[in-house]
């Protein structure tokens, strides 16, 4: 039978030991801003999850969500750096991928690296073994489009790789994971700087000061970036996008790091949501939840770079909320 819980937002800088009580709401914290919109209860997003991680229920939660995924559909996920090793596996996301009839999308990196230009990225992608199981598009292989957008406050448009305008739907397929540079890498990290150009990228990373150059922008600006990136993706999509994360592999490091820190605390689950902010709480909750005292470490790298704020800025300009019913599937 399925339990519905409702889990209130909470505070972006929480202790390390604050976790969610899955059967009530918690008390919102007196530093906490107040929400701008009073949100009905039949309008707070539903974010569905399975704790058991493998292929069937990644095409099961999918089918939850009750939206098909229809046209010529993009799947973005990370291909991963070489050497790294947490990226989601083919294996896991190959059912899921065929059942859409998915292509796998990625832009180059504005890092350099093993997928700084397009014959590497694809060198990468066919290594790991995302080639064998569906069509891997560089979208900015032949140039880059701009996104509008609306609201930002950094950003005046959003830099894609040109093949993006040739899907009718786009699935967003995260590993959420710690992040160098955002504190967490989940679904609005993986819309934003991941559907970016290398260009685009730069563009995010210098909170809309440079194409050319990351620059050195304060860190909420970069963050907010993130958040209004995501937002003109999210526009341009209208209903059809939707975003699945799978958090296992719980490294405090990105996929697109080649050297990534081995995972410290154990694997929570399959979520998936209409809402990318929502998912990304939720997801982040769970952690600061969990019973494992490993997840210390990623919940430091999350508070230490301020990734909290990302959601609130990405609610602040309408992205997605951060209240949320939690639906466990299993």
């Not at 010529?72 to 059942?99: C, M, R, Y």
């Not at 699935?171 to 540079?181: C, E, P, T, V, Y």
Request: aromatic residues 6%; negative net charge; hydrophobic residues 35%.
């Amino acid at each position: 039978m399925r339990r519905r819980f409702l889990i209130i937002s909470m505070m972006a800088f929480m202790s390390l030991y604050v976790g969610i009580g899955c059967s009530s709401a918690q008390e919102k914290p007196e530093n906490k801003p107040e929400e701008k919109n009073d949100v009905e209860q039949t309008d707070i997003p539903k974010v569905y999850m399975f704790k058991a991680i493998d292929s069937e229920n990644l095409v099961k939660i999918y089918e939850a969500l009750g939206r098909e995924a229809i046209g010529k559909v993009a799947v973005k996920l990370s291909t991963g750096e070489p050497g790294g090793h947490n990226f989601l596996q083919p294996a896991l996301i190959k059912d899921l991928i065929q059942k859409v009839d998915g292509t796998i999308v990625e832009c180059n990196t504005a890092y350099g690296g093993g997928r700084a230009n397009t014959e590497s990225h694809r060198k990468a992608a066919e290594d790991h073994g995302f080639t064998t199981i569906a069509p891997v598009d560089i979208m900015d292989a032949e140039g880059e489009i701009e996104l509008p957008l609306t609201g930002g406050k950094h950003l005046k448009h959003d830099i894609v790789g040109s093949h993006y305008l040739n899907y009718d739907f786009t699935i967003i397929l995260s590993h959420f994971k710690g992040h160098a540079m955002g504190g967490f890498g989940g679904a609005i990290k993986n819309m934003s700087i991941g559907i970016a150009s290398s260009n685009g990228k730069r563009y995010i990373h210098s909170a809309g000061a440079s194409t050319t150059s990351w620059g050195s922008p304060e860190q909420d600006d970069f963050l907010e970036s993130m958040a209004e990136a995501a937002k003109a993706v999210a526009d341009h999509c209208g209903d059809k996008i939707l975003y699945i994360s799978v958090a296992n592999n719980l490294s405090v490091d990105c996929d697109c790091d080649s050297s990534p820190e081995d995972p410290k605390m154990g694997d929570i689950g399959i979520l998936a949501s209409l809402d990318p902010v929502a998912l990304d709480r939720a997801c982040t909750d769970l952690v600061r939840a969990s019973e494992d005292h490993g997840k210390i470490h990623l919940i430091e790298r999350i508070d230490s770079r301020h990734g909290m704020h990302t959601l609130d800025h990405a609610e602040t300009i309408g992205l997605g909320i951060q209240k949320y019913e939690l639906i466990k599937l299993d």
